[in-house]
């Protein structure tokens, strides 16, 4: 019998004992093990896309939004490309700015977000000039600066940080590519954010995907190895 980590995809060794879920943080017994230490729980095993991303960011203590979207992305919940990328980027913004102390930033944002970006259809980037990751954007301003259609400035920041990420998308050329998307997203996003929090610049990182999909932009992408 072999079994598959999901997380890092190493082949998982018989072991007994306890393991602590890399998503929810739970802990159960097992009787598997994982060789780097990775663990995924049986609720987050078989959640779908929007319960883990709720598990997930409501538990973790990452800091760094871009670690958590790659962990969640390389749950088998996320396929390359699909609508699940959508509702990404905002829960893991707001579950990073929490842990940065960040009192705007709450729980509740977290299930507000997922809520307010369910339904995007796939494919808008093609058909209608639009990218639901990067509806985030917005999502996050909105959220942090209670923002409402009545709104003045606040309506305008968030249509302006999602303008924002659209417009560095589209200059990416290529293909759509999910990941790539949700990484300009969530750094626009953040980039946004610095002139009202305290928050230091991300740093680089590149695509734990990259050269694995199809329709891979390799060194036309700036998340490439």
Same mark, same amino acid.
């Given at each position: 019998?072999?079994?598959?980590?999901?997380?890092?995809?190493?082949? &998982?060794?018989?072991?007994?004992?306890?393991?602590?879920?890399?998503?929810?943080?739970?802990?159960?017994? !097992?009787?598997?093990?994982?060789?780097?230490?990775?663990?995924?729980?049986?609720?987050?095993?078989?959640?779908?896309?929007?319960?883990?991303?709720?598990? !997930?960011?409501?538990?973790?203590?990452?800091?760094?939004?871009?670690? %958590?979207?790659? %962990?969640?992305?390389?749950?088998?919940?996320?396929?390359?490309?699909?609508?699940?990328?959508?509702? %990404?980027?905002?829960?893991?913004?707001?579950?990073?700015?929490?842990?940065?102390?960040?009192?705007?930033?709450?729980?509740?944002?977290?299930?507000?977000?997922?809520?307010? &970006?369910? @339904?995007?259809?796939?494919?808008?980037?093609?058909?209608?000039?639009?990218? @639901?990751?990067?509806?985030?954007?917005?999502?996050?301003?909105?959220? %942090?600066?209670?923002?409402?259609?009545?709104?003045?400035?606040?309506?305008?920041?968030? &249509?302006?940080?999602?303008?924002?990420?659209?417009?560095?998308?589209?200059?990416?050329?290529?293909?759509?590519?999910?990941?790539?998307?949700?990484?300009?997203?969530?750094?626009?996003?953040?980039?946004?954010?610095?002139?009202?929090?305290?928050?230091?610049?991300?740093?680089?990182?590149?695509?734990?995907?990259?050269?694995?999909?199809?329709?891979?932009?390799?060194?036309?992408?700036?998340?490439?190895?």
């Amino acid at each position: 019998m072999r079994f598959r980590c999901k997380v890092c995809g190493q082949d &998982l060794v018989e072991r007994t004992g306890r393991g602590s879920c890399s998503y929810c943080g739970g802990e159960e017994p !097992t009787e598997w093990a994982c060789p780097a230490g990775h663990y995924t729980c049986e609720a987050c095993r078989t959640a779908g896309p929007e319960e883990l991303i709720q598990r !997930t960011c409501l538990a973790t203590a990452l800091t760094d939004p871009i670690p %958590l979207a790659q %962990l969640l992305m390389k749950h088998p919940a996320f396929h390359a490309y699909g609508d699940e990328h959508h509702s %990404l980027a905002a829960p893991v913004i707001l579950g990073a700015l929490r842990n940065r102390g960040i009192a705007e930033a709450t729980a509740g944002q977290v299930r507000d977000a997922l809520e307010r &970006l369910r @339904g995007i259809p796939i494919s808008v980037c093609g058909t209608r000039g639009d990218c @639901g990751a990067a509806a985030s954007a917005g999502t996050v301003i909105s959220l %942090l600066k209670r923002a409402s259609p009545l709104s003045d400035g606040e309506r305008s920041a968030a &249509l302006r940080a999602t303008a924002r990420t659209l417009v560095r998308i589209a200059e990416r050329g290529g293909p759509r590519c999910c990941k790539q998307a949700v990484f300009d997203t969530i750094r626009t996003t953040w980039d946004v954010l610095r002139h009202d929090f305290p928050l230091d610049e991300l740093p680089p990182h590149t695509c734990d995907f990259a050269g694995k999909l199809k329709d891979c932009k390799t060194s036309r992408c700036p998340y490439f190895v």
